[in-house]
């Protein structure tokens, strides 16, 4: 790996020049002119009445892959100039040219969709049968299937035109309020504005008067922009009810349970095993309050960090670290993040100007991923760059396989992620040299649990009741706040001495116009790698293999045949789900036994 990693990333290899870029433009331009002769070819089409007609529509089908991967191509591309300059205004501008382009895509799947569910079954089970179309038969027999659940295609593109500048633009509108949130620090005798990404970091910080002198300054930066968020959340969901409703569809989760794969039954055992197996971590909280010196938490302790890991680690040991253990788990896997970070795919700078959070992107023409993130040198930013790794990973094992294919969930999408997170924080409670910094790591370890059973818990319940609410009403930010808060106390326990009732302002998950309920995939994904991890632990390095074809199936497949078919476990049970919580709980009692003469 080289020496000098640098924190910021290649974009000119993708398009050289940024948003100027005039190669950019020509792409756009000729993405277009196809798409537009890809529908009139559509809307010319019938549905085929026997196997030679079938046979017509190979063309049809070739070209709608090379969209999507163009499509994913400047998408992915246009994310990063918006994530890395929030000033780029002309970044703005594309990515309403590229929201257009997905909409027209989105008119032309919902053509051909249509045409599907109109082939007769005699001639769907030809066509299905035939060797070109046998390896996309699953995507193709789900999209027959969704299409005969929703509108009239004339319908449902309107939907869609509309979607532009109504539902997408509402979430575009966002981007816009996180922009213009300025939160003053006190750094060496000066006061700087510290974008909404660089405060979020300070939340985290050992120092408890820095974390509690930035939470009072960052509730008050999303309390002034709170009205400004509940008319975009309202109208985000007020279009999705309508259109549900539209639909004839009277369940919120049917969307996103469709989105991801999966039953209600399997949601429902995996959040009953959680619930069921908090009072675990109620004890650690619990401890750790001891250990801060406070009678109980407060929203930012919970992630406070313990021990000699608050001290800082740079960018160089981070990655160092990380390509060290993928490499202990798969080799294939410590090859691509040296790749990542060698080839300077990664976006990692602290500066001023960026968007908060940290994303993966696929550059599908390109056969590629670019990682966004702000590394200030924490355990956390060491974490996300593992899980971000872990995304760009999953892709990098399907660039081969038919485009229609790659087209995986975000629940299992969060599988591969969080696996790579578990695989670096694992081993470095392994390899720690002393007890105190065991410790650190152990501890930084199970803040991720805590996330995933409580924090995510809580946007899970917050939206659910959202949906509920909304569709009586527009909701008051004094309303959002509430509903926020009750979530957060059910979902820790009542644990905490202080919650985040402007949480739904400042969490961009809400505000994703792409996927609904961008919140239960997450643990789904840590459940679910957990369950593998354990597998992967008994079986050894043979496992790496294995690990690779269940990614690879990733696209083509429900979560519970791919959990039959790679880890012979049934998920709609809670027999699995209790595995996984099993390992977490070892983790719980190893660290109440470390402390138990600290506190």
């Given at each position: 790996m080289n020496n000098n990693l640098k924190l910021t990333w290649d974009l000119e290899s993708i398009f050289p020049g940024g948003s100027s870029s005039s190669e950019f433009q020509t792409f756009l331009e000729t993405l277009e002119k196809d798409l537009l002769q890809l529908k009139a070819d559509i809307n010319a089409a019938a549905a085929p009445k026997n196997l030679d007609e079938t046979k017509s529509f190979d063309v049809i089908i070739s070209m709608m892959e090379s969209c999507i991967s163009r499509i994913s191509e400047g998408s992915g591309f246009v994310s990063c100039l918006q994530a890395q300059?929030?000033?780029?205004?002309?970044?703005?501008?594309?990515?309403?040219?590229?929201?257009?382009l997905h909409a027209l895509f989105s008119t032309i799947t919902t053509q051909f969709d249509d045409i599907l569910g109109r082939t007769d079954d005699d001639t769907w089970k030809a066509w299905m049968e035939r060797e070109e179309l046998r390896p996309i038969s699953f995507v193709m027999n789900e999209s027959r299937d969704h299409a005969r659940e929703k509108l009239s295609p004339e319908l449902e593109s309107l939907a869609l035109d509309l979607a532009v500048d109504g539902y997408h633009g509402w979430g575009d509108h966002y981007d816009t309020i996180v922009s213009q949130v300025k939160i003053p620090f006190e750094k060496d005798g000066e006061t700087v504005q510290l974008s909404a990404g660089q405060a979020h970091n300070k939340l985290h910080d050992a120092d408890k008067k820095v974390r509690d002198d930035m939470f009072a300054k960052w509730k008050e930066a999303w309390a002034d922009k709170a009205d400004y968020c509940s008319d975009t959340l309202n109208h985000l969901g007020g279009f999705?009810?309508?259109?549900?409703?539209?639909?004839?569809?009277?369940?919120?989760?049917?969307?996103?349970?469709?989105?991801?794969?999966?039953?209600?039954?399997?949601?429902?055992?995996?959040?009953?095993?959680?619930?069921?197996?908090?009072?675990?971590l109620l004890k650690y909280m619990e401890r750790k309050a001891k250990l801060l010196g406070?009678?109980?938490?407060?929203?930012?302790?919970?992630?406070?960090?313990?021990?000699?890991?608050?001290?800082?680690?740079?960018?160089?040991?981070?990655?160092?670290?990380?390509?060290?253990?993928?490499?202990?788990?798969?080799?294939?896997?410590?090859?691509?993040?040296?790749?990542?970070?060698?080839?300077?795919?990664?976006?990692?700078?602290?500066?001023?100007?960026?968007?908060?959070?940290?994303?993966?992107?696929?550059?599908?023409?390109?056969?590629a991923?670019?990682?966004?993130?702000?590394?200030?040198?924490?355990?956390?930013?060491?974490?996300?760059?593992?899980?971000?790794?872990?995304?760009?990973?999953?892709?990098?094992?399907?660039?081969?396989?038919?485009?229609?294919?790659?087209?995986?969930?975000?629940?299992?999408a969060e599988t591969a992620s969080t696996l790579a997170e578990m695989i670096v924080a694992d081993a470095m409670v392994k390899k720690a040299t002393n007890e105190e910094?065991?410790?650190?790591?152990?501890?930084?370890?199970?803040?991720?649990?805590?996330?995933?059973?409580?924090?995510?818990?809580?946007?899970?319940?917050?939206?659910?009741?959202f949906y509920e609410k909304r569709k009586k009403g527009l909701l008051t930010a004094e309303e959002l706040n509430e509903l926020m808060e009750e979530a957060?106390?059910?979902?820790?326990?009542?644990?905490?001495?202080?919650?985040?009732?402007?949480?739904?302002?400042?969490?961009?998950?809400?505000?994703?116009?792409?996927?609904?309920?961008?919140?239960?995939?997450?643990?789904?994904?840590?459940?679910?790698?957990?369950?593998?991890?354990?597998?992967?632990?008994?079986?050894?390095?043979?496992?790496?293999?294995?690990?690779?074809?269940?990614?690879?199936?990733?696209?083509?497949?429900t979560v519970e045949e791919l959990a039959k078919k790679h880890l012979n476990a049934d998920l709609t049970g809670r027999d699995f789900w209790q595995s996984a919580s099993d390992l977490l709980k070892q983790d719980v009692e190893d660290f109440l036994s470390m402390t138990e003469n600290l506190a």
């Open positions: 300059n929030q000033s780029d205004t002309k970044a703005v501008q594309l990515s309403g040219r590229i929201t257009n999705r009810l309508k259109l549900y409703e539209r639909r004839g569809w009277n369940d919120v989760l049917k969307e996103p349970l469709s989105i991801c794969r999966m039953s209600k039954q399997t949601l429902d055992a995996m959040w009953g095993v959680i619930q069921d197996n908090k009072e675990m406070v009678d109980r938490l407060n929203w930012v302790d919970v992630d406070a960090p313990l021990g000699k890991s608050s001290s800082k680690v740079s960018y160089q040991e981070a990655a160092e670290t990380i390509v060290e253990q993928f490499r202990k788990f798969s080799p294939q896997m410590a090859d691509f993040a040296e790749m990542a970070f060698d080839k300077s795919w990664i976006e990692a700078e602290d500066r001023s100007g960026k968007r908060p959070g940290g994303f993966c992107t696929s550059l599908s023409v390109s056969k991923t670019r990682i966004f993130m702000t590394f200030s040198g924490t355990p956390s930013n060491v974490s996300t760059l593992a899980h971000e790794l872990g995304h760009g990973y999953h892709q990098h094992v399907m660039n081969d396989l038919p485009v229609f294919n790659q087209n995986y969930a975000m629940n299992v910094e065991k410790l650190a790591l152990l501890e930084d370890k199970i803040q991720r649990s805590v996330a995933f059973y409580m924090n995510i818990h809580a946007r899970f319940l917050f939206e659910t009741r957060q106390k059910e979902a820790y326990c009542n644990a905490l001495s202080e919650y985040e009732p402007t949480f739904w302002c400042s969490k961009l998950h809400f505000y994703i116009t792409g996927v609904p309920f961008y919140n239960f995939p997450y643990t789904f994904g840590y459940m679910f790698s957990t369950g593998i991890y354990a597998q992967a632990l008994k079986e050894g390095g043979s496992f790496a293999e294995k690990y690779d074809a269940l990614l690879q199936d990733t696209g083509a497949m």
